[in-house]
């Protein structure tokens, strides 16, 4: 995934920056409709011209679409409006396209022409991509050049009426023709502007999402540092006192109780600090650390000898082939998991067997996680990776882990995903891209 920013192009950070969205949206869309009308307009005036052989001033007749054209190829070489002055630039093109077409509308005939029903167009486009002043300027300037045609116009006699005998008049024809050309830019256009619409507001969406949770990780972090520092010290000597103890247990008192009991404070100790690094940015994304190719038969076996030695005995990996490399931070990869498996240990029954499965999927590698345990509800599987949200009883858990994993994988452009069947067993996938340059190549 690429990021955010560069994909949905400036990040509003105000209300009047939203609204300025719309207008760059549509500019595509509104660059296209302006040549469209102008090839239609000219068709129309040139089939009047000759088709119906009308005495139109033709040269004055076009002109006004020469003007719109000209103006269409400068709005084309803009990548995006002005950043000042989206809606204003946006807004004077549509009131440009309304006089030109008052123009030849009053060179063709006036109101009587029918396709004076183009006025409708600039007024629905602006009132989705513009705001509300813009749709107001426009209605009044379209409502104001039309009631203008009344009195200034060119009269056309095959516009001037239709009777019933009369049949199919020109007149019908063109009414016809304007319906049918007007209804089909408005529903077209207004969809595709709609769409673009409701796609950047969903990348938007995601891109606050996205904030959100580095928020909370960010909060998480600081959270870390301060337990860090704060239990560091007493942890520190803690451990230094249970190895004297243990010392003491072993070589002058012989006392098997004691020596036992220094050494599980020593392991407690080793364990609180196991915490207090799950806890920490590490396991969720590469603090500094620089991606490296490993292989990851490799990183598996590293992972397995983090376990005690009764739990190795049911952890069965495979990977397909000795050669699978990744290029990947290799610490982060290693806690994410660790974490992985030991929620798969957590949830797993009767020491059955926990498969660890490695693999390569194009530019992919999937790594996952199988236990054979109660599984979980669609309700848990939706919170699963929820900061703090744990099933496991108190004291065991503190609901972070899979958080960590889910951001450590999107920030190397991966994912995680989850299968589980009640009373089952769950699956957790790991996907990752082999390089950073193929996680490019995807996005």
Not at 36 to 65: C, K, Q, R, S
Not at 381 to 394: D, G, N, V
Request: charged fraction near 20%; glycine fraction near 8%.
């Amino acid at each position: 995934m690429v990021t955010d920013e560069s994909r949905i192009g400036r990040v509003p950070r105000a209300a009047a920056d939203i609204a300025d969205l719309a207008p760059n949206l549509a500019l595509p869309w509104v660059s296209r409709l302006r040549y469209g009308m102008v090839a239609g307009e000219a068709v129309i005036i040139l089939g009047m011209a000759y088709g119906f052989h009308l005495n139109l001033p033709l040269l004055w007749t076009l002109a006004p679409l020469v003007v719109v054209l000209a103006s269409n190829i400068l709005l084309g070489r803009l990548k995006v409006l002005p950043v000042r002055f989206p809606q204003q630039t946006l807004g004077a093109i549509f009131c440009l396209d309304t006089l030109c077409l008052t123009i030849m509308l009053g060179l063709t005939g006036g109101p009587n022409n029918p396709f004076s029903l183009l006025y409708l167009v600039q007024i629905t486009l602006s009132a989705i991509v513009l705001r509300k002043f813009w749709t107001n300027v426009l209605g009044a300037l379209s409502t104001a050049c039309f009631g203008l045609l009344f009195f200034f116009h060119v009269p056309l006699a095959v516009f001037q009426a239709h009777h019933v005998e009369q049949g199919l008049s020109p007149h019908l024809i063109g009414m016809w023709i304007a319906f049918v050309i007007a209804a089909a830019l408005i529903t077209f256009f207004t969809g595709k502007i709609a769409d673009a619409l409701r796609r950047r507001e969903q990348e938007v969406l995601e891109l606050q999402d996205k904030v959100s949770r580095h928020e909370r990780l960010a909060s998480m972090v600081t959270l870390a540092a301060g337990a860090a520092h704060e239990l560091g010290t007493p942890l520190g000597t803690i451990a230094i006192v249970a190895r004297e103890l243990e010392r003491y247990a072993s070589n002058i008192s012989k006392d098997t109780a004691t020596l036992e009991d220094a050494r599980l404070i020593r392991a407690e100790v080793d364990r609180c600090r196991v915490i207090l690094e799950r806890m920490s940015a590490q396991g969720a994304q590469p603090m500094g650390e620089t991606p490296e190719r490993v292989r990851v038969l490799h990183l598996l076996m590293e992972v397995r000898g983090q376990f005690p030695e009764a739990e190795r005995g049911i952890l069965h990996f495979d990977c397909a082939g000795e050669s699978l490399a990744a290029v990947l931070p290799v610490q982060a990869m290693r806690q994410s998991l660790v974490a992985l498996i030991q929620n798969a240990l957590d949830a797993n029954v009767d020491r059955r067997p926990v498969h660890i499965r490695a693999m390569e999927t194009g530019s992919t590698l999937r790594i996952s996680v199988q236990d054979r345990g109660h599984g979980m509800s669609e309700g848990v599987l939706r919170r699963i990776a929820e900061p703090f949200f744990t099933t496991k009883e108190p004291g065991k858990g503190m609901g972070l882990g899979t958080f960590l994993v889910r951001t450590f994988a999107q920030n190397l452009d991966g994912r995680i995903l989850f299968d589980s069947t009640l009373g089952e067993g769950t699956t957790a996938t790991l996907e990752l891209p082999l390089s950073p340059q193929s996680a490019h190549a995807a996005n």
